[in-house]
């Protein structure tokens, strides 16, 4: 939805732009709604929302990458608390699929192949992305009913013994947050809910870029807008660089508490090789 009207100044009443948000809002709505109806390429969905009933559930979405998939999903199953771990394959390869679906299974995950996502193609990632957490969240999630679950990006590990549905013990949801003008959201690439509290809400885990929110922040209106973040437990967030010698504006990684993210979607391309092999490098002791 676009933001309201009272939050354009002149210049933009003058230029229409209330009018183009809301058409363009709706256009992507209308491809979002198809997508969320369209079935699986793989043909186990009701089986694993039948697998996870009153358990704590880790999701993932995978974007053609198995490498660094396998380290996430090998770090989460060493130091995270959980249930299960679902990890829904938004890539446009079968053959990456294919790798991504064993790389999965040997590490006791249950791989989803989702629907051919409009947005993937259009490479536009945080749609993608944004679009794969409703599929989720309609067609595993809300049949499904586990106890709690949380989101994860595919490029974020651990490095320690860590139980995060643990804090949802006397919370609803928490997880790490982001500030846009008066508005914050939870990010999507690590979140968590506790079910029971929003499984009547109509939830939305896309952005709203219009109102300056990125993949999550579609939430605003129905979760977060009624909740002070700072009564959430806050991680700390540091960025350095991947590279040695090298410039955070180019390549860098994130320290998020304990966890380390690769942040590949802003990274300088002159970089990426060097900065995965940094990232290796950096996540070998760990990985041992």
Known sequence: MPKPISEYDLKNLIRLQPLVHAVKSFRYARIDRKFLSSRARSDNVEQIAGEIAGKNILL??????????????TL???????????????????????????????????????????????????????????WLWRNVLMPGEPRAFGFLDHDLFPTMPDDP?????????????????TRWFLWAGYCFFKFEAVKDKNLDFGLDWFAGLDTGGANWPVLYQHVDR??????????????????TSKAYFEWRGSWIHEVGMATDPSFRDAKRAALVALLKPFLA
Request: include cysteine; charged fraction near 20%.
């Open 60 to 73: 993932t979405v995978a974007f053609e990458d198995p490498a660094i998939l396998e380290m996430h999903m």
């Open 76 to 134: 989460c199953r060493k130091f995270v608390s959980f249930d299960k771990h679902i990890v829904a394959d938004n890539s446009l390869s079968a053959s990456t699929v294919e790798r991504n679906r064993q790389i999965v299974e040997a590490c006791g995950g249950l791989h989803i192949w989702l629907p051919e996502n409009p947005w993937a193609k259009k490479r536009n990632a945080s749609r993608s992305h944004g679009a794969a957490l409703n």
């Open 230 to 247: 700072h009564s959430l437990p806050q991680r700390p967030n540091v960025a350095f660089a991947a590279v040695e010698g090298g410039n």
């Open 165 to 181: 549905f643990g804090l949802l013990a006397d919370r609803d949801f928490f997880g790490d947050q982001r500030v846009a003008n």
